[in-house]
């Protein structure tokens, strides 16, 4: 009985704690100023406050560039098709974004949890995977 009980307590925790973080990245998703044409539309979710700026170099060139990222955590990258690697300004970490021809990729970037990234798209079922 006590058993079953503990079981069912960690269930419904389970349950409501991945509908919270779900409800979090649909909220995200929101707020993504998207534009039309190619390059990155996106949010960042970061501990404590929002980096200035998020440095993004083209893995293929080397070439590299700086987007402001506003005080909600979004940010507008107009790029050419092609793979870049982004990072927020006071984080080691970082991640590659395909930018395919004449789309706006569309994402939520996870910066939150230590030791990985988490990325979530724009558009569709919040569905978070490593990046």
Known sequence: MRLR??????????????VAVL?????????????PGTGIAGK???????PAYLAI???TTGAAATV????????I??????TYRLQPAGDAR??????PDGHCVDLVLDFRIPMLVLSVPGEGPPVPWPA
């Not at 990258?77 to 092609?82: E, F, Q, R, V």
């Not at 970082?94 to 930018?99: A, D, H, Q």
């Open 5 to 18: 009980a503990v079981a069912l307590l960690v269930a419904t925790l389970t349950t409501l704690l991945t």
């Open 23 to 35: 409800t979090g990245y649909r909220n995200d998703q929101q707020v993504i100023r998207w534009f």
């Open 44 to 50: 960042l979710d970061v501990r404590g406050a929002q």
């Open 57 to 59: 170099e083209n893995e």
């Open 68 to 75: 402001a990222v506003l005080a909600d955590g979004a940010f």
């Open 77 to 82: 990258a107009p790029l050419d098709p092609g």
């Open 94 to 99: 970082s991640v590659e974004v395909l930018v």
